[in-house]
């Protein structure tokens, strides 16, 4: 068998998702509304900083809403990271449905609730497509991992719709195939890590948290 050696080293894609917010508590869609971490997801930002910091990352990219960008600021810390912040790695916009509780969302159109608690959020007429978030996301997310040498790891600080459908996407699945995929935790991760000596991706972890 092939010893992996310095240059055909595979490089490692790790998906943050934020920590909590107080509509997370209570169920309300927040899409790219800017709400910021409660205790709890500030809390939850400090452990999973020492946690991102044993993996020594290169780099650290993150979503320019509020809330990722309060998860990022002890994972900066603790790794000595600058980070990078690009709108890109933002979650679904879910226009008119921003904003309201489920029991609100339930109440305006049951049958398209039970549709977006699938997860299938081109149910929601005002929403971003699908297609786009994946488009928009798995580009920024190779061009951060192509910015890693062979053996590095790089980290990208998001949103959970968003990192659910990347995941599918990155991994080669058929667009539906992310369904399979449960939510991420607040400040659960996601590693994905590159075939060595080709650039399809293996997932390696799935809502790892501390």
Not at 17 to 26: E, L, S
Not at 57 to 65: E, G, I, N, Q, V
Not at 147 to 168: C, D, K, L, M, N
Request: aromatic share 6%.
């Amino acid at each position: 068998m092939r010893e992996t050696t310095p240059t055909d080293a595979p490089r490692r894609l790790v998906l943050l998702r934020h920590g909590r917010t107080a509509w997370n508590h209570a169920g309300r869609v927040q899409g790219q509304l800017e709400v910021d971490l409660d205790e709890v997801g500030r809390a939850q930002a400090e452990q999973v900083a020492a946690a991102v910091a044993k993996m020594s990352p290169t780099r650290l990219w993150c979503s320019d809403l509020a809330r990722a960008r309060q998860t990022c600021e002890p994972v900066a810390v603790a790794t000595g990271l600058a980070p990078s912040y690009d709108a890109r790695l933002r979650e679904f916009s879910f226009g008119e449905r921003e904003g309201l509780t489920h029991a609100e969302y339930g109440a305006l159109d049951a049958e398209e609730f039970d549709q977006f608690r699938l997860g299938q959020y081109d149910a929601c007429p005002t929403a971003e497509r699908t297609a786009a978030v994946e488009v928009r996301m798995t580009t920024v997310l190779r061009e951060l991992l192509d910015q890693a040498a062979p053996g590095e790891t790089v980290v990208a600080v998001s949103h959970g719709a968003a990192i659910r459908v990347a995941t599918g996407a990155l991994l080669g699945w058929p667009d539906d195939q992310f369904h399979s995929l449960r939510g991420l935790s607040n400040c659960g991760w996601v590693v994905l890590d590159e075939h060595p000596g080709a650039r399809d991706l293996r997932l390696t972890a799935y809502n790892r948290t501390v």
